[in-house]
T-cell receptor
Framework: RKEVEQDPGPFNVPEGATVAFNCTYS??????FFWYRQDCRKEPKLLMS???SGNEDGRFTAQLNRASQYISLLIRDSKLSDSATYLC??????????FGPGTRLSVLP | ETGVTQTPRHLVMGMTNKKSLKCEQH?????MYWYKQSAKKPLELMFV???????ENNSVPSRFSPECPNSSHLFLHLHTLQPEDSALYLC???????????????FGPGTRLTVL
């Protein structure tokens, strides 16, 4: 089983839609969790950290379920500029990061 | 954003060449990383330096040689590469911690490497 798994997509959604991405991780000792976005031919950029209680940043909501080893990202009111690949990242400890393969999102006009 | 810079941004080299990639971070961080990103594959961690000490080397071939002279600079020395080494090489930095407290990474723009 891969350490971090994501649905590769692509997810093609119309502007204004709500879209949710899922991520599962295999190591139950994982300590912290992140969502990054990566635009085509650019570097990954931190979107948000994921906290146990769930957290929200504008149109973006992240959830963590430690029992099921599952992380989610919800994007409401999708914009064209949200089109990117969304990377789930899990940290076991310190500097030990594992990246998922990413889920590609295309928001269509 | 210029927190983490990488040079060159593009590099084409032959299999017998020797070249170096440079990364510099201006964030006051203590940990630096090299990643490889090939087409349609997840980011692969290559090397980690935490407080200038190498803490991870994920079975990277010896034709890749990292150097971290101080906590702000990281190099990746390349020699006798293969065409399959063509990829985007990303540098990242993080505050750097000891113990079990997790870190948060920030990436440079990458060097797109083509090996002929």
């Amino acid at each position: 089983r891969k350490e971090v798994e994501q649905d590769p997509g692509p997810f093609n959604v119309p502007e204004g839609a709500t879209v949710a991405f899922n991520c599962t991780y295999s190591n139950s000792a994982s300590q912290s969790f992140f969502w990054y976005r990566q635009d085509c031919r650019k570097e990954p950029k931190l979107l948000m950290s994921v906290y146990s209680s769930g957290n929200e940043d504008g149109r973006f909501t992240a959830q963590l379920n430690r029992a099921s080893q599952y992380i989610s990202l919800l994007i409401r009111d999708s914009k064209l500029s949200d089109s990117a690949t969304y990377l789930c990242v899990v940290n076991l400890w310190g500097q030990n990061f594992v990246f998922g393969p990413g889920t590609r999102l295309s928001v269509l006009p | 954003e210029t927190g983490v810079t990488q040079t060159p941004r593009h590099l084409v080299m032959g299999m017998t060449n020797k070249k170096s990639l440079k990364c510099e971070q201006h964030l006051g961080h203590n940990a630096m990383y090299w990643y490889k990103q090939s087409a349609k594959k997840p980011l692969e961690l290559m090397f980690v330096y935490n407080f200038k000490e190498q803490t991870e080397n994920n079975s990277v071939p010896s034709r890749f040689s990292p150097e971290c002279p101080n906590s702000s600079h990281l190099f990746l020395h390349l020699h006798t590469l293969q065409p399959e080494d063509s990829a985007l090489y990303l540098c990242a930095s993080s505050p750097g911690t000891s113990g079990v407290v997790a870190d948060t990474q920030y990436f440079g723009p990458g060097t797109r490497l083509t090996v002929l």
